[in-house]
């Protein structure tokens, strides 16, 4: 992979060329005290030594709601599929929404590739950055999250007096000759990102008190464990854990018509299975119906069905839902972590 | 035939019949579907031949008892639109507080002129087939029932909590702010407008169908709220219900 060098005095320039170009350049922000990607109207609104986004930058991939198809109903029924995909620029994205979005990538282009998200990543170019500021609730660095050599168009990391840039992509490297200052990285300037990066890993506050491939076991074994029942009391089955996830994928589909009661839409939105009506079936049966079976199946689903499905995990360790949640019992790490503590005693 | 619509005003400030009138575009569009034939706040002449009667306001006097019950004899359908027709809304916020305190307050020396009840929703008296909450009640959600009325079609409210779509949105959310919110135990359908617009929710949707309210106090007392400032926020919109008490 060939590694650029950008000075900071030259990257509020490389951002603003992007900016004037024909995407629309998304970044970290600034909000109420926190961070939240949104599209930069100018280079100064974007904060690269952020921790943590409240949000993945998921929603532009897959927004909270989005238009199927629009039809019209009349003698014969017409529909037509419709499909929104507009260039986008995400700059600035930690390697572990990295891995979530390569997760998404998998996810939505199986055995049902799914031309919505797919058009939409298609026009996606993702500048990412090394995150070296941990969030105190993430657990990267026990998931092999922490940096990713995979994913990305650009990666940058902050070594300092500059930014390197790993190139991962021709299309990256297309954007960097043409819209960025740069020049060849020294050796010494690549060892200095190793250091960066080793010394975020040690940063980290919360880890997994196992390796991250022996969870799909560690879970296999603890279907019946109290902590579920334990945890899921104080649930107040709000969604936010799901909602804010990187690589929480789940959408419900509706209809909706106009008065004319002749044109109509299918939409599709955020849904998530922490949700009471999330498991209810036509006839009126819900498999899930209590908080407790739906916190065990969260937990499942991150650490063992896509491990399955997949090969992937379905948490990337960022954190994201141990902050938003506000009864504290959101966090895999920790629930994990009291499994294996459990697993422990009885073997 | 066109179904035929009433509308009839309870114990509440006519916000949610307004809300219909302010719809003007789809008012008309509407009125092709439908015939309204009573509609105070937008019509004089009285149609007594109504099959679905929209009624916003609680119920808050002896009269207002019967007067519903009429109008339940005649209505195939009845629908309670608002927070105070639906929950008992800002109306219950009276009944923590002896009736005749209620009547010297208000009236002072002709208190002994009128009556007054105990504020309920319309549900504490007669059967309603569906509810509109939320103050005022969310004109589009209006326009959901009156289509799936049209069609056939089954009407649901949304069981999950209002932070589903506060996150949807992108809020930051208001106990990260140093606030607190009542959006955990109440029913969405509003898009979270008041998290949006700088507030907090207050809960005038309603609580969801299994709100976890021990956790939500518990949370509201960890950041800071005492037991009365717990009860004082529900009572505000859900009064009429348990929580409050
Ligand atoms: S775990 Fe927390 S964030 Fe998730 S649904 Fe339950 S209370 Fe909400
Ligand atoms: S489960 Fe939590 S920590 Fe894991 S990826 Fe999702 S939000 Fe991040
Ligand atoms: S099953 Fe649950 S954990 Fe998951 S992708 Fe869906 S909402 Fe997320
Ligand atoms: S601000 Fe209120 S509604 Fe929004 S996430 Fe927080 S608690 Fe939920
Ligand atoms: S945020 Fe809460 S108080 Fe505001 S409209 Fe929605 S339910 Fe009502």
């Known amino acids: 992979m060939e590694n650029r060098i950008i000075e900071k005095q030259n990257m509020d320039v490389f951002v603003n060329n992007l900016i004037n170009s024909d995407a629309e350049v998304v970044g970290a922000k600034r909000k109420d005290g926190k961070y939240a990607f949104g599209k930069l109207a100018d280079a100064t609104e974007l904060c690269l030594d952020y921790d943590l986004a409240l949000y993945p930058p998921k929603s532009y991939l897959l927004p909270p709601k989005e238009t199927l198809i629009k039809f019209e109903l009349g003698e014969e029924l017409e529909a037509e599929p419709v499909v929104e995909a507009e260039r986008v620029i995400l700059f600035g994205v930690h390697p572990y929404d990295i891995k979530a979005i390569e997760l998404l990538d998998v996810a939505f282009s199986g055995t049902n590739p799914d031309i919505n998200y797919l058009s939409r990543r298609a026009k996606v170019t993702i500048i990412g950055i090394d995150c070296l500021n941990p969030n105190p609730n993430a657990f990267c660095a026990s998931l092999g999250t922490a940096t990713t050599d995979t994913g990305f168009d650009l990666m940058l990391t902050d070594i300092g007096a500059s930014y390197v840039v790993a190139i991962g992509s021709s299309e990256g490297e297309e954007l960097l000759g043409k819209y960025a200052v740069t020049r060849e990285a020294t050796q010494s300037e690549l060892v200095q990102r190793d250091e960066q990066r080793q010394k975020a890993l040690a940063k980290y506050k919360v880890a997994l008190s196992m390796s991250a491939e022996d969870l799909p076991e560690l879970l296999d074994k603890s279907w019946d464990s109290p902590v579920f029942k334990e945890k899921s009391e104080k649930c107040l089955s709000c969604g936010s854990c799901v909602m804010v996830c990187p690589t929480c994928f789940c959408f419900d589909v509706q209809d909706d018509i106009a008065l004319n009661l002749k044109q109509g839409e299918r939409y599709r939105q955020w849904d998530g299975c922490m949700l009471v009506d999330f498991a209810l079936v036509a006839g009126g049966e819900n498999f899930r119906r209590d908080s407790e079976t739906r916190f065990r199946h969260r937990m499942y689903r991150k650490g063992k069905y896509l491990w399955e499905r997949y090969g992937k995990l379905g948490c990337v360790g960022c954190g994201r839902c141990a902050s938003a949640c506000l009864a504290e019992i959101a966090s895999p790490a920790e629930t994990f972590n009291t499994l294996k503590e459990e697993r422990r005693q009885h073997d | ?245």
């Open chain 2, 1 to 245: 035939m066109k179904p035929r619509l009433g509308f009839f005003d309870f114990t509440g400030c006519e916000g949610c019949q307004l809300e219909v009138i302010n719809f003007e575009i789809e008012l008309v569009e509407l009125l092709e579907l439908v015939d309204i034939v009573n509609f105070r706040e937008a019509m004089t002449e009285k149609g007594e031949d109504y099959e679905i009667a929209f009624i916003d306001g609680a119920i808050t006097t002896e009269s207002d008892i019967s007067r519903i019950k009429e109008i339940r004899e005649q209505a195939k359908i009845v629908v309670a639109m608002g927070a105070c027709a639906s929950l008992g809304g800002v109306n219950c916020l009276k009944n923590f507080r002896p009736m005749e305190e209620n009547l010297k307050i208000v009236y002072g020396d002709c208190a002994g002129y009128y009556n007054t009840i105990p504020a309920r929703p319309v549900s504490a008296v007669v059967p309603v087939e569906y509810e509109l909450p939320g103050c005022p009640m969310n004109r589009y959600e209006f326009l959901k029932l009156a289509k799936a009325l049209l069609l056939g079609k089954k009407f649901e409210l949304p069981n999950y909590p209002v932070c589903v779509e506060c996150k949807m949105v992108g809020n930051v959310c208001v106990f990260d702010k140093g606030g607190f919110c009542l959006g955990p135990v109440t029913r969405a359908g509003c898009s979270a407008i008041c998290v949006t617009t700088g507030r907090h929710c207050w809960g005038c949707r309603g609580l969801v169908d299994d709100p976890n309210v021990n956790s939500e106090k518990e949370i509201l007392q960890k950041h800071g709220l005492t037991v009365d400032d717990i009860l004082n926020q529900f009572r505000i919109f859900n009064g009429y219900l348990e929580v409050s008490k």
